[in-house]
């Protein structure tokens, strides 16, 4: 079996190219994969030569126009036809490649991908489908911002295509599929969330119900969490704030409660005889030491929760319901966030996920209405 081939664009996110170029490499040795690096041809060039790329097939494929990040997607996809974007999804669409990754404008991925690999059939509107992770395990949500208008319909074949991926990528048996609800009741939630519980309790997939946010972080209530790409955006973002929020919260009031030890203890007996209250606070030189090694112990915790809340071993989010494997990295990601995202694609190919998502469609679908 010949090697799965990769288009990364190489002139993508804030780090590019030499944080792409160094994920290429890393990726290609690693998972044995074609990695093609579109983007300007000289500077991949220059970015490659610094490594040792000996038995790695990294081909150069040029593409001289760079999509900003403040051009409007469409319009910038239907302008740039040399940018990266369009020539690497279009060597996806011709069959020179199996998947695209990229960390660059996140809305022209998502409008080339529409306009040049177009929808599976029977879909009707794509998902951005992200990995949240919870108390229990990583849980599958779509949509994180691909489809911010949405209509019943398209929730429930959000949980179709989820759910397909979810088994064959992760490979969860009958995933439990939710919606994301401000109560666990079927009469709870908007008109939007109310008629789409009533289509996804008479779809044939493993309906759990509705899920609150608390279900979603604290219960192992399901693999598959429904929602609109407006609400799930947010939710997104609003989780990443709070992780780094108390992450660094923690650390700042470990951190001042030894400082405040340290300086206590360093106090002169005659001080601490006038201020008896410092006593409790001053500490030999070994609890001292203690207390610094308490600090470090307790911040190990923390260290491990960042890791499992770490965007860049997810690598990045696909986009499910178009005719190719895209996945979509965070602007920020670096080498090793590169290599991930270059993995997942990987993965996606190698399971069968687009035909798996046609035929679950096809034979279960509720139709929108165009």
């Avoid at 990695?35 to 970015?47: F, K, M, Y």
């Avoid at 489809?147 to 397909?164: N, W």
């Avoid at 946010?213 to 609109?228: A, E, I, N, R, S």
Wanted: some cysteine.
């Amino acid at each position: 079996m010949s090697a799965i081939r990769i288009v990364l664009d190489a002139m993508g996110g804030d780090y590019a190219p030499q944080e792409t170029i160094k994920g290429a490499v890393q990726a290609a040795r690693s998972y044995g994969c074609t990695v093609i690096l579109v983007g300007l041809q000289s500077a991949i060039a220059q970015q490659l030569a610094r490594y040792d790329t000996t038995g790695l097939d990294l081909p150069i494929v040029d593409a001289p126009e760079v999509i900003s990040m403040d051009e409007p997607p469409a319009q910038a996809v239907r302008r740039k036809t040399n940018s990266s974007h369009v020539v690497g999804l279009r060597m996806v669409r011709d069959g020179a490649a199996d998947a695209f990754v990229s960390a660059g404008h996140s809305g022209a991925s998502m409008a080339a991908a529409l306009f040049i690999l177009g929808r599976l059939p029977g879909i009707e509107r794509p998902a951005l489908a992200g990995l949240f992770p919870t108390l229990h395990k990583p849980v599958l949500m779509l949509d994180i911002g691909a489809t911010t208008d949405c209509k019943p319909e398209y929730l429930l074949q959000f949980g179709q295509i989820g759910s397909v991926y979810t088994a064959l990528v992760r490979g969860v048996h009958n995933p439990r599929v939710a919606l994301l609800a401000n109560g666990e009741e079927s009469t709870k939630g908007d008109r939007l969330v109310q008629e789409a519980h009533a289509l996804l309790l008479e779809s044939t997939l493993n309906f759990v119900g509705n899920a609150e946010p608390k279900d979603l972080l604290l219960h192992d209530m399901c693999d598959v969490l429904v929602t609109d790409g407006f609400v799930g955006n947010l939710v997104l973002k609003m989780g990443e704030s709070v992780v780094s929020f108390a992450t660094r919260k923690i650390k700042l009031e470990m951190r001042r409660n030894l400082i405040r030890r340290l300086l206590v203890g360093l106090l002169p007996a005659t001080v601490l005889t006038l201020w008896p209250g410092a006593g409790r606070w001053r500490a030999p030189a070994g609890a001292l030491l203690g207390g610094a090694g308490l600090v470090t112990a307790g911040l190990l915790p923390l260290r491990q929760v960042r890791r499992v809340t770490d965007y860049r071993a997810y690598g990045g989010v696909p986009l499910l319901g178009v005719r190719g494997v895209t996945i979509i990295a965070h602007g920020k990601s670096d080498a090793f966030a590169t290599m991930n995202a270059i993995r997942q694609a990987k993965e996606a190919v190698e399971s069968g996920t687009l035909h798996a998502m046609a035929e679950a469609v096809s034979t279960n679908l509720l139709s929108a209405t165009p």
